[in-house]
């Protein structure tokens, strides 16, 4: 999977906790189901005789599986980078995503997926931090990522450019809010 793929995932999983934490109370754990549509893009380089590394983004909308069906949680961007095995095809990915919610509060995350380049991947995405109403979120989930609409393109010196959709989804993502301080 490539790394746009990645960092959807992990984008995803972060727009997924901001959209509900109206729902959860204070110092309370609550747990949601969440995807994201991303479009990415970014760069593949050879960095070995058998390898190839991809650096880019995805960027996309969140949305948490309400009793309503699907509801808008905001934005998200991941920056990830995605090392591929050429010889069978096999990648692992990072990035670090920010999600933003329309009152601009903020929701932090890092994640890390395996998969199979231009597949997808599986793994799991982690709450780093937050602002405003985010501050101190903690938790967390599996992810996975799929990815297509992959268009390559040629440059200088044997990079590769890569643009491509796909879809992130969590399907028990965690978090937990801290108590607000007490004035």
């Given at each position: 999977?490539?790394?746009i793929?990645?960092a ?7 727009c ?8 959860a ?8 189901k ?5 479009q990415?893009?970014?760069?593949m ?5 058998t ?11 969140v949305?948490?599986e309400?009793?309503?069906g699907p509801?808008?949680a905001?934005l ?6 995605v090392d ?13 995503c ?31 931090g937050g ?6 979120i ?19 010196g ?11 989804f ?5 978090y ?8």
């Open positions: 999977m490539n790394p793929t990645r959807a995932a992990a984008l995803a999983a972060i997924a906790g901001i959209a509900v934490p109206s729902l109370g204070a110092d309370q754990e609550q747990t949601v969440a995807f994201a549509a991303w990415g893009r970014g760069q380089y050879a960095t070995g005789p390898r190839a590394t991809f650096v880019g983004s995805l960027s996309g909308m949305f948490v309400t009793d309503k509801q808008n905001g998200m961007i991941c920056p990830a980078i591929v095995d050429t010889t069978n095809g096999t990648q692992e990915g990072k990035g670090r920010t999600m933003v919610t329309e009152d601009g509060a903020r929701a932090f995350g890092e994640i890390a997926c395996k998969g199979v380049h231009l597949v997808g991947c599986d793994g799991n995405f982690t709450f780093t602002t405003d109403r985010f501050t101190g903690s938790g967390g989930g599996p992810v996975t990522i799929r990815g297509g609409f992959h268009e390559f393109s040629l440059t200088a044997n990079t590769i450019n890569e643009t491509a959709g796909g879809i992130m969590w399907q028990k993502l965690t937990k809010l801290p108590d607000p301080p007490k004035q």
